[in-house]
């Protein structure tokens, strides 16, 4: 166990401790409990997003206790594997009692802003402490200028080290910590896992739409219809074999779809009826779950829904994006709002607001160049992700089976 000097000196710090309180707590669960530590909202993602799929992969029952720095609010998505919790006071009585209640398996700390004392707590009982997508910049708190062993020891009470870039991980070694116990990993974010479908379906699908630009309205409210249709018939002039895969975000809403497009006109199917899509058909209602893998691999352009209306927060660009799709969305997207922006950087996804301005994105990328280079901006912002993800993932599990083997 690391020891520091300077540890006593920083201690006493704060002065006022918010006390320790468990009777509103959420009750701790059962089974695995891995608790992640964010210092950004997208950590919190990324944290949310790799539980959900380490619970799936885990035979027994795993959760994730989210823990955010002060100016970091809870993610405003949390499934049913993930709680959240405010991190303790920065003193022994608070980080005691919050270990205490918790009873981690072990701990994914990221980016930096490091509690001294509540790690040294965790050590001491000797959790697995992992500090992941470590950014040089968080690491300094006030104060720990004049205790010049303090850094050094924090650091130190940690497994491994995941730094964010090379630069990161000289600093880090510039502290005191031996190069073989920093990886370079590159940045953790909320990464796009490719989704499971029917190949025989998809190769049947395809050769019934060979030829034709395809094109996926996911996750659509009942009031962006208009827009969507509308989009569809003016580019529809342009390339009149174009096809709308449209998907509704709430099922319960499909006859209001299907009313709509028997007031338009359109020829459609109703996947749920059976409907195979024949030469004339311009738009396919994908009105079941469990298909989006397969949509998502025959559209090279996807609209994701939910996004052009006030009120709703946007659906998940990673999903079309692990699948080749080009990326399309309305500006109301704030739940996914630092994935959107990830894409637009990477000149993966573009915004739209309204028929006119998604008829012309729509228009631009069914050429199959432009679609293409979207897409590939798109996949290579979303593997980047995930590679990391997969880093951490493989790191959980031999942690648990290590555990569960004790």
Known sequence: MVRSRSLSGYAPWPRRSAGTRTKDQITRPEGALIWGHALSLDHANALVQLTERLAAQRAGPLHLLLTTAPDVPGPPYLHSKALYQPLPEEAA???????????????????????????????????????????AAHLPRPGWRWLPDLPRSALARFSKILAHSEADARHIQRIGIPESGITVSGAFREGAMAMPHNEPLRAEMAECLRGRPVWLAAMAQPGELTDILRAHRTVSRLAHRLFLVLVPDDLSQTGL????????????????????????????????????????????????GSSLEAGHQGRDPNEPAAHGSAIIH??????????????????????????????AALARLIAPDQSAAMAHAAWDAASTSAQVTDQIVDLVHDTLDMLEAR
Request: hydrophobic share 40%.
């Open 257 to 304: 779809f299907v009313d709509a497009l028997r007031k338009d006109g359109w020829r459609h199917t109703v996947w749920s009826e059976g409907g195979i899509p024949e030469e004339t058909t311009q738009v396919l209602l994908a009105d079941t779950r469990g298909e989006m893998g397969l949509w998502y691999r025959l559209a090279t352009i996807t609209f994701m």
């Open 93 to 135: 009585p608070d980080a005691e009692a919050f270990l205490d209640y918790w009873r981690p398996d072990m701990c994914l700390w990221t980016g930096g802003g490091l509690r001294p004392l509540l790690i040294t707590c965790a050590d001491r009982r000797k959790i697995p402490l992992y500090l992941i997508d470590t950014i």
């Open 330 to 359: 309305g500006p109301n997207v704030r739940r996914y709002q630092s994935s959107y922006s990830r894409y637009a950087a990477a000149k993966a996804a573009c915004v739209v607001h309204d028929a006119n301005t998604l008829s």
